[in-house]
């Protein structure tokens, strides 16, 4: 067997594949998915707030970190387990399906405890021991593209996760680096379309690291679903102000509620409904 | 006075800037401007062609290369002013605008019988000789973004222009330069967003040069919609394999058509009509 | 404390760390060391070859993979724990300390029992749960600079092995990415510098996977030498047409031999020995 | 003819170009060869305190900025022709031959007048109508690369030179652009290194532009002789603090004087003499 991916690719005619995530929720089929969050979960009342926002505006999927890869020791770690608690207890309570971001393979059983979806952080992209682990974990995986890693090696990072027995895999572009600093990252848009060709999986955008900057976040999203994405997973904090981790590229539940309705013309320009209105679209409905 | 920009900066409340192109074509307005055309001007029956095709899909203005900045002195150098005079020709029977890359200014005598605006191109970004010679010479100009500069030394670069007294400026984004060589450049949507938010000046994107690949350039024509673009500028020949320059990324006309098709409903989806819809659409037209 | 590094940064007259590797081995002070040995450990009669060979040519560390981070799943991911066994047997042969790549901290037991300094690969440099687990395992650390990685957050991740109880951390720096790829990477020697000025760490220097050239390993050897490293991390191996892994970027004994007696007048320029030959200096003797 | 460079390759067994700069001094052969002066000439007394100091310690010629590319027009643009005169003046009392940047090819009369040797800028590698003006103009060049060009493209900038008339160039690495932007560029040593391959022309270095960090230019500077760089260009300023231009990265003439006794040892290393003290080694002299 060749270097090369091949699981990953797509073959001639083949659809996206259609990854389910909980609760009902599937992405990579007509509909787009939005998954929605805080940065990290820090406390009761900002999950429970955030939650109830992002699913008045129609996000199908809660995002949150409770272990957090921060590039340095003396930042906000996260709250670890009981933050785990906090996601899975505000997803049961509003149906939505919960992901979070897992560090290490020690920490999968507490993990698989809680998350409905496993989540790749960008710094672990190639993080090769993890990638082993969590195929083996049997759920649905998210796996971000390092910052600097080329699309090339990120199918070879999916690669090791359906050879490692999990084909559930979703793909997540949150922006490179470039000698351009002027934003956090650059986000590669192109390479979302390029790799909507050349893979099978679903991919998701995060217009929220990937800028840096909260006026870009809705720009970016809309972008990202013009270009043929599937999903977007974005960033919400009912405080961005006092949030203990990226500020300021978080929505405000308001802003985060323009974005959605900013995002269901877009999506009908390109054929595409949000998730869950296909049916109510079928049955002659309108959100 | 500092060595910042002041003037391509957008005061608070400012609109963007309308900048007319030729023919009553104007862009910065609400309504959304293609430029499209080859890019090297090759001969009567590829311009003629080429002009005919884009027009009847809905172009606003023709563009061509005459004097092609080539990485190597043995590839083809574009026709020089034979090439503008085709392009003339065939702009004015359509009565279409003509843009064309100026490359120096012992140029410009020339470029001024031939051309409505002047496009500097992306590696002559920061050659200010050529910046301030061309914002002397009375007629509007594209500038595209060097692709390795920032957006903070393109705004600069623009500067020249409006401090040179030329105040139609036209900025466009076609990619820059990052580790990942999959595609040819990697297209910067993200900075068209901030750069719509800092400054006033239009800003257009070419997402046949930053993608390289014929099937990226709708998808990536539709982002740039969709982020708050102004306007696109896109590579169209009639026989893309038989191009003297840059074949891969050129659109065929049947692809072109498809693309205007597609940008309709994203522009209606952001708010905005093609230019020159604004009208018949205010009159009970339809496209 | 805020999120900025401390313990890592060079106080005002400090001296640089000396790091101790084994075998009396120690890097930081004023002798230059060179970790030398093939990228993967593949077999007795190649790990015996090479080790002979570096010791022969002035080595001080014996290095080798046996637990590979490869891109692909379907590349040699190294022999595990049979390598570390050849690898130790062949330092214990001849007295030199050997080091290692350590991929998770699953690893950790087994690593430990053979090899005096781990190594924290390029992948893993915001690992930062290997970074903790390594930062307790009581060893001196490699730490590699992750390829998309910035100055400040290499900083920070030493920061939290010192703040994880290990003081003895040996910076590498490996090449970064840029938007040249004529190379495999690029070498940011004036990034060793300016480290060198903010930090009391080591910092050595790997030519091989920076270039990714054989040809090239040398002159980036010695002006690794020049710039003020406290040495180099080469790889050899003995047929390297028929390595597993990297074999382009391998120098032959022959060539590696030729590297150490070019560096010997090089060091001398900058008023370094060789580690251990000080002592010799001291006492009239002669290479 | 292919769009693939060939005048500027090294053929097998082929010596590096030897180029004439005037007085005497020649750069690619077995000298190396130091050009040094401030960035931009400001005045009569800065330019003759740095031309005595430069000269006092070494250096073979003179350089300095008349017309200066500013990213910002605000910025100072330089003291056009009359800084030209002090230049020539400088250089004429000293017997050192004159470097300085030509913008546009309307400059290339006055320049002639005053400079013994072209420079072409970064911003204007690819500014090939001033390329093939250049090549014309029959005085020798230095082709500084662009910091967002490959290595293949600054060839092919050679190529134009060579091709259109020019025998005589030097290539000059000045850093190029990455993600990391703690130093101003990065500096590409191994890029020197592979150019020395690929190419017969002489390349020097400039550890001024590339790193903006004044206490990082020595060791660039010896490090890119120990990489086999032919020379260096270094930016000296009598009093840096008040230097018009790029002051936090000039050299004192007491540095610039430190970095020339650095150099001649490690040049002795690695078996090169500084220009012009090859006779007197060759008749037993020592500097």
Redesign the interface.
């Known amino acids: 067997?060749?270097?090369?991916?091949n699981q990953v690719l797509r073959q001639a005619g083949q659809r996206t594949t259609e990854v389910p995530l909980g609760h009902g929720v599937r992405i990579g089929g007509s509909g787009f998915v939005v998954l929605a969050g805080p940065c990290a979960l820090e406390g009761q009342e900002q999950v429970e707030r955030t939650a109830a926002a992002v699913h008045h505006a129609g996000a199908h999927v809660l995002r949150g970190g409770a272990f957090k890869?921060?590039?340095?020791?003396?930042?906000f770690q996260g709250l670890g387990e009981p933050g785990l608690k906090l996601l899975k207890d505000a997803g049961h309570r509003l149906r939505l399906p919960v992901v979070s971001e897992v560090?290490?393979?020690?920490?999968l059983p507490v993990m698989l405890d809680y998350v409905d979806v496993l989540q790749i952080g960008a710094?672990?992209m190639?993080?090769?021991?993890?990638l082993r682990a969590v195929a083996k974990a049997g759920r649905p995986v998210v796996l971000k593209r390092?910052?600097?890693?080329?699309?090339?090696?990120w199918l070879?990072a999916a690669?090791?996760l359906l050879?490692?027995g999990q084909p559930n895999v979703v793909l997540c572009e949150r922006?490179?680096?470039?000698?351009?600093?002027?934003?956090r990252n650059?986000?590669?848009?192109?390479?979302v379309?390029?790799m909507k060709?050349r893979s099978h999986l679903p991919v998701i955008v995060d217009p929220s690291h990937?800028?840096g900057?909260r006026?870009?976040v809705t720009?970016?999203a809309?972008?990202?679903?013009?270009?043929?994405a599937d999903g977007l997973m974005v960033e919400v904090h009912p405080t961005p102000e006092a949030a203990l981790c990226d500020g300021p590229q978080a929505l405000t539940p308001t802003l985060f509620e323009g974005l959605m309705q900013?995002l269901a013309?877009?999506l009908?320009?390109?054929g595409r409904p949000l998730f869950g209105q296909e049916l109510r679209r079928a049955v002659g409905g309108a959100r």
Chains 1, 2, 3, 4 share one sequence.
């Open positions: 067997m060749s270097a090369t991916p890869p921060r590039t340095s020791p003396y930042s560090m290490d393979a020690q920490q710094r672990n190639q993080n090769f021991s993890l390092g910052f600097g890693c080329t699309l090339e090696e070879l690669e090791y050879d490692g922006g490179i680096r470039s000698f351009d600093n002027t934003l650059t986000l590669d848009l192109a390479g379309a390029w060709e990937s800028t900057q006026s870009l720009p970016m809309l972008a990202a679903a013009a270009a043929g900013a013309p877009v009908a320009a390109v």
